[in-house]
């Protein structure tokens, strides 16, 4: 019963700076939600304003139906956790977790046995006596999270919790933070810039650019099915390679130099400038199989990451076309490649709007490497 | 080398020894001259060695003063001193902290300006606004009484400044956390910027004491009456003298008796400081 409600909420600075335009989203009861984007796309601010340390310029935040726009953030009844941690330095591990309940006159004996719930949940018990400074970081994300966990609020607020640690803490408190999160069934946000963060955390993931949202969804979903041009390129790593190029004739053309990449049949779609865009995990490396995207490039180095090679070829434009290898490929600077996409694994965006076409059928490509059909 | 070493190690030490010397040797003349008759400090050579009147100085000036000079007992002046001293201090330091969290925490119209017309006056020292402050304060009859002597000193640009600087550097988010956690702006400053405020408001009020203890021209011109007399102030009046050869044994036992204070002062939060330094809280 704790859901939160953004309703065309607006956040402009007194120079005149729009942060967040028109924004609304609903967050439903216990789940956890990921604003991810790059920064200054405003996903901070608006995390701000749910937690009620940035004014609303225009617009409602309600949290469990009652809009907060003007309490302040202790009234609020949520709990947030901060990139630099903000642990009181000369405040004990147990002050540090009780000094908000002590606020709010919890009574002492459950206090105590809040702050001790919250230790053992977290494996953080035998430090109640420490000071933030004698512990490591991730003994003070840990209390951080305590901090949070132990005033049992009816939301999480989480600002790029994990970007101070190193990557191998941050994937044990990512896990960590999942694990409790599920466990405690609180609606969650959390801001990160980490794409990567955002995906294997989010129950809905918002990407945001430019002060609104771009799209919201499952991570699979946005994986699956981007909206825009903009989360094609930001979800997934490496990006996605995006070939500018034109419809005509019921065929795709690569704009410019087409650097070895074959015209594809392309039916039900009008005429005119798109853009093809296509995974590197999607490229496969071999002759074409029925109907979709071919051709023969140019490796321009690769890199062998272990697991797999990412590959990259000369592409139409100045960007190379990169494309995901197995581990064992052994392609060469110079070698020739035959790379083929099927076309279910295709998207197209209009070239003006960033927008994503509906998603391509593979009787629409069927022609991908033959002749071109008399007009 | 090795004995070259040992060379430059002893004329390192000698030129150190001498420059304590320097700086110690009007402090032992003082002290010396605190322990001899009148005449021996009449005679033309000043003695170096302690004379023999070191108890009876010392219990003369605390316990009787100087009444030909128009001075009254040591510890009378001492006790005057002390609250003055103490006064300033604590007065500049609540002031000052809280002018500072202010003009740093909260948004108000005018808050940079009113930040650089605190910090334009510590271009103007105490003799340059005197003669208006001895009129306020006239007029608000605090002539010759304790507030008199410390209110209109207490206000401190170089302390405002000196706790705005610091608090800039505690983390905005350490603010916003104690937001969260449903602390005020009152709970907050009582409950965690004064406590990381410590090691500064030790440093401080040690500096702030001395400046308090030291004060000449103000106490000199806001006090008439005896039981007011700052030590400092006494020193001088216990040398103009009319009509005869100053006691100089006895103004060096009030000038060693005024020294001591500020020492202990120092002497003590010394211990502040090294344990401010070595725990570094933030």
Redesign the interface.
């Known amino acids: 019963m704790a859901g939160i409600t953004i309703d065309g909420v607006r956040k402009v600075y007194p120079n005149g700076f729009q942060a967040i335009e028109d924004l609304s989203l609903n967050i439903p009861d216990g789940e956890l939600v990921v604003l991810v984007g790059p920064s200054g796309c405003g996903k901070s601010t608006l995390l701000r304003m749910i937690?009620?340390?940035e004014t609303i310029s225009d617009g409602d935040i309600s949290i469990g139906g009652r809009i907060v726009n003007r309490l302040?953030?202790?009234?609020r009844d949520?709990?947030?956790v901060?990139?630099?941690y903000?642990?009181?330095?000369?405040m004990t591990i147990f002050d540090n977790l009780a000094?908000?309940l002590r606020?709010?006159k919890t009574p002492k004996a459950e206090i105590k046995q809040r702050v001790e719930e919250a230790v053992q949940m977290l494996g953080i018990a035998h430090l109640l006596d420490r000071k933030p400074?004698q512990m490591s970081g991730g003994q003070r994300q840990r209390v951080a999270m305590g901090?949070a966990i132990v005033?049992e609020p009816s939301v999480f607020l989480f600002d790029e919790p994990l970007s101070n640690l190193d990557a191998k803490l941050r994937v044990q408190m990512r896990v960590e933070i999942k694990r409790l999160q599920r466990q405690l069934k609180t609606t969650s946000v959390y801001v990160t810039h980490d794409q990567l963060e955002a995906m294997t955390l989010a129950d809905t993931l918002v990407v945001m650019n430019a002060g609104r949202i771009e799209q919201a969804g499952t991570p699979m979903e946005l994986y699956s099915n981007p909206a825009t041009v903009f989360v094609a390129t930001f979800i997934g790593s490496p990006a996605m390679n995006m070939l500018p190029g034109i419809v005509a004739d019921g065929f795709f053309r690569v704009e410019g130099d087409a650097a070895g990449i074959q015209p594809m049949s392309l039916r039900g779609v009008a005429n005119g400038p798109v853009i093809l865009g296509v995974r590197p995990e999607h490229l496969q490396v071999g002759p074409a199989i029925g109907a979709g995207l071919s051709g023969r490039l140019h490796v321009i180095s690769s890199e062998p990451i272990g697991a797999e090679t990412l590959v990259y070829c000369e592409g139409p434009g100045s960007d190379p076309l990169i494309l995901r290898a197995a581990g064992e490929a052994t392609h060469r600077p110079g070698d020739m490649v035959d790379v083929f996409a099927p076309a279910d694994r295709l998207h197209l965006f209009d070239t003006e709007t960033g927008e994503a076409k509906p998603r391509l059928t593979a009787v629409q490509t069927v022609m991908a490497t033959g002749p071109q059909p008399v007009t | 080398m090795v004995e070259n070493r040992r060379l430059l190690d002893i004329l390192g030490h000698v030129l150190m020894l001498f420059a304590v010397a320097l700086v110690v040797f009007p402090v032992w003349v003082a002290f010396v001259a605190s322990t001899q008759d009148p005449a021996a400090l009449m005679s033309g050579t000043v003695p170096l060695l302690p004379g023999d009147r070191l108890i009876q100085n010392y219990s003369e000036m605390l316990g009787t003063g100087m009444a030909s000079a128009g001075a009254p007992p040591i510890l009378l002046m001492l006790g005057n001193s002390l609250i003055m001293a103490v006064g300033i201090a604590v007065g500049k330091i609540v002031i000052s902290l809280l002018a500072a969290y202010a003009i740093v925490y909260f948004r108000f119209p005018f808050r940079t300006l009113i930040f650089w017309t605190i910090f334009i006056t510590l271009m103007l020292p105490v003799e340059v606004r005197i003669l208006p402050t001895y009129d306020v304060v006239a007029s608000l009859g605090m002539l010759d009484n304790y507030s008199g002597l410390i209110l209109p000193v207490i206000a401190s640009a170089t302390a405002t400044f000196l706790f705005r600087q610091f608090f800039m550097t505690v983390p905005e988010e350490l603010c916003e956390a104690a937001r969260i956690d449903g602390a005020g702006p009152l709970k907050f400053f009582w409950d965690i910027l004064l406590p990381l405020s410590r090691t500064n408001i030790a440093a401080l009020f040690v500096i702030l004491f001395i400046y308090g203890w030291n004060q000449y021209l103000w106490p000199l011109i806001v006090t008439t009456s005896e039981n007011l007399y700052t030590i400092v102030m006494g020193i001088q009046r216990l040398v103009t003298v009319a009509d005869a050869e100053p006691h100089w044994n006895l103004v060096m036992a009030t000038t060693v008796m005024a020294m001591l204070p500020p020492i202990l002062i120092i002497v003590l939060m010394q211990r502040l400081f090294v344990q401010g330094l070595v725990e570094t809280e933030k």
Do not use: V
Not at chain 1, 72 to 75: I, L
Not at chain 1, 86 to 90: D, E, V
């Open positions: 937690a009620g340390l302040e953030p202790g009234e949520i709990a947030m901060f990139q630099n903000a642990l009181y330095p000369h000094y908000g606020n709010r400074r901090r005033r």
